[in-house]
């Protein structure tokens, strides 16, 4: 930005300052970045990584030259390791659950950097990550934990065009955004630059007590009907990035069919991972619920309806007066 901006003339957006909690990190353009920019900062040539995490993890490793060696998780998402203690190691703190385990690598290894890209408001590691557009209405950005890495003279991004699928979606809804979405995605670039103006001052803006309550109190009342077996009860200070419940493909394409859409964490994970690993049988069968803070009872309803009892809701529910737990038409 100019040192002396412009006064007077027509007005911006008006965006009123909130408590960001990563006021004192590095701000990249991307998760990707911050990748990249551990790697080159401490000259790493080898590092661990799970099986089950997105390519995007494997080309920015590779891209700085970096060998790739893979760990598989356990059922409760803990890492099955075996390298010694001043390897250097990536985990991921998957749907922002997995404090527990954080704590005892932290604990463990040297070198180890957490990815909270799923994890927004978990508390900082020596090297760690974030990707807050997992978590808000940004359309890009990174946030970086470590005390080696530095931005001087990395050149700044920018998300003028990239942030149009955020303004459609609130004029003309979800679908409608989503060819904008589709192409903001594959526009980011893989050279490091730091995070764009509207990036930041959009995350200085948010109102981030009001979303981390509603997380914790939809991630609650989906468990209360669902009993998922991953995580049966929050951690203090965890706040869910989505809710992991086990399904199958057919109850996939139901929650879709009903307007409820659901990830697939990772599409391309057949690239890396064995036929009959247990990282491909979690990405086949997990089903990661909405819990974030545009949604409420209602929406948790229909969620539940859906993924509980397998039925199909019809336009009479577009009306919270229509929500009671028999009222499910089956497929």
Not at 67 to 81: G, Q, T
Not at 193 to 212: A, E, H, P
Request: charged share 25%; glycine share 4%; hydrophobic share 35%.
């Amino acid at each position: 930005m100019n040192k002396y901006p412009a006064i007077g003339g027509y007005f911006a957006l008006e965006l009123c300052k909130n408590s960001y909690p990563h006021k004192n990190a590095l701000h990249l353009n991307l998760a990707r970045s911050a990748i990249k920019l551990i790697i080159k900062t401490h000259n790493i040539k080898e590092i661990f990584i799970p099986y089950f995490t997105c390519k995007s993890v494997l080309d920015s490793i590779k891209e700085q030259n970096c060998n790739i060696r893979f760990y598989h998780i356990n059922e409760d998402l803990s890492p099955r390791l075996d390298c010694k203690k001043h390897c250097w190691i990536i985990y991921n703190d998957y749907f922002g659950i997995n404090k527990n385990n954080v704590k005892l690598l932290n604990k463990k290894y040297k070198n180890l950097i957490i990815d909270n890209a799923q994890s927004f408001f978990a508390k900082k590691s020596k090297i760690c990550f974030y990707s807050p557009r997992k978590f808000l209405g940004v359309s890009d950005g990174g946030i970086l934990y470590d005390n080696k890495s530095k931005i001087d003279n990395i050149k700044q991004d920018s998300s003028l065009y990239r942030a149009k699928y955020l303004f459609t979606r609130i004029e003309n809804g979800a679908e409608a955004g989503y060819s904008d979405f589709l192409k903001a995605e594959k526009s980011h670039t893989k050279h490091i630059k730091t995070m764009s103006n509207l990036t930041y001052t959009l995350l200085q803006s948010i109102d981030y007590k009001q979303i981390k309550q509603k997380r914790i109190k939809n991630y609650n009342y989906l468990n209360n009907a669902l009993k998922n077996s991953i995580k049966p009860n929050l951690e203090s200070d965890e706040i869910p990035m989505i809710y992991p419940y086990f399904g199958d493909k057919s109850l996939r394409e139901k929650l879709i069919k009903n307007k409820i859409f659901v990830a697939t964490y990772w599409n391309d994970m057949e690239m890396w991972c064995e036929k009959k690993s247990f990282e491909l049988h979690l990405r086949d069968h997990l089903l990661p619920l909405p819990i974030d803070q545009r949604y409420g009872e209602f929406e948790m309803n229909r969620i539940i309806k859906i993924t509980k009892w397998g039925g199909v809701l019809d336009d009479r529910y577009n009306s919270p007066s229509h929500i009671t737990k028999y009222e499910v038409h089956c497929a």
